[in-house]
C-alpha cells in the first residue's frame, strides 16, 4: 500500500491560473518536501515542512508557496502559473528514523503550463 | 552550500557486463552519502547508503563506497541486468542547513539490453 500519494498525476495549466498540487502520506513523519525534477538538474527541493503549520523555504522557492495543514497533507500552491514551471514534481516524507536521512517518494505529478 | 556532481549522463550496457558510475562531492559536513534510483513512472527510492568512508554499503548486488580524500563515492554491480535499467541518482545528505535536506547530483540513466 502507497505511503506518499500525489494527486493529480497530470495537470495541464494555462500561464497566469492558479494550480495546487497535493500529497498525503501515511508513514507518521514529521518532515515533507516538494521537489522538481528536471533534465540535466536532477531534483531540487522547493518548499519543506516540520509538521503541522511549518513551511520553510528550499533551494528554488520562487514562484511558489506551500501549506501544511495536517500531519499527512502537504500541498505546493503555484499562484500564478507560467511555462517555466513545467516540470514533474515530487513530494516525499522523512522521519526520525536515521536521523532523517531516508526520505519516501510519491509518484510524481507532471504539470505542463501552456 | 553542498554540491554533487554526476558527469555520465547515460550508461549503455549489456546484460552481466561490469557497472561503474562515479559521482563527486562537496561538503563542510561529514557526509552520508547515498544511491537513490528511479524506475519509470515512480519515484526515487534508495538503494543504499554510506555513512563510513571507505566502508562498503550494498544491496540487491550493487555496491557503494566513498573517498574522502578524493571526495568521491562510486556505485558498482559485477553483472547487470535488463531489470536494472533506471536512472541512478548519488545524493549528498542529510545537510546542516535543513533538517533532513538531501542534494541530488543531476542521474546517470542506465540502459541495459538483454
Known amino acids: 500500500e502507497a505511503a506518499v500519494t500525489q494527486s493529480p498525476r497530470n495537470k495541464v495549466a494555462v500561464t497566469g491560473g492558479k494550480v495546487t498540487l497535493s500529497c498525503n502520506q501515511t508513514n507518521n513523519h514529521n518532515n515533507m518536501y516538494w521537489y522538481r525534477q528536471d533534465t540535466g538538474h536532477g531534483l531540487r527541493l522547493i518548499h519543506y515542512s516540520y509538521g503541522a503549520g511549518s513551511t520553510e523555504k528550499g533551494d528554488i522557492p520562487d514562484g511558489y508557496k506551500a501549506s501544511r495543514p495536517s500531519q499527512e497533507n502537504f500541498s505546493l500552491i503555484l499562484e500564478l502559473a507560467t511555462p517555466s514551471q513545467t516540470s514533474v514534481y515530487f513530494c516525499?516524507?522523512?522521519?526520525?528514523?536515521?536521523?532523517?536521512?531516508?526520505?519516501?517518494f510519491g509518484p510524481g505529478t507532471r504539470l505542463t503550463v501552456l | 552550500g553542498d554540491s554533487v556532481t554526476q558527469m555520465q549522463g547515460q550508461v549503455t550496457l549489456s546484460e552481466d557486463d561490469f557497472l561503474f558510475i562515479n559521482c563527486t562531492y562537496s561538503t563542510t559536513w561529514y557526509p552520508t552519502l547515498f544511491w537513490y534510483v528511479q524506475y519509470p513512472g515512480e519515484g526515487p527510492q534508495l538503494l543504499l547508503k554510506v555513512t563510513t568512508a571507505n566502508n562498503k554499503g550494498i544491496s540487491r548486488g550493487f555496491e557503494a563506497t566513498y573517498d574522502k580524500r578524493t571526495t568521491s563515492f562510486h556505485l558498482q554491480k559485477a553483472s547487470v541486468q535488463e531489470s536494472d535499467s533506471a536512472v541512478y541518482y548519488c545524493v549528498l545528505g542529510p545537510g546542516t542547513q535543513v533538517v533532513g535536506q538531501l542534494t541530488f547530483g543531476s542521474g546517470t540513466r542506465l540502459q541495459v539490453y538483454a
Open positions: 516525499a516524507s522523512g522521519g526520525r528514523d536515521n536521523n532523517y536521512a531516508e526520505q519516501f
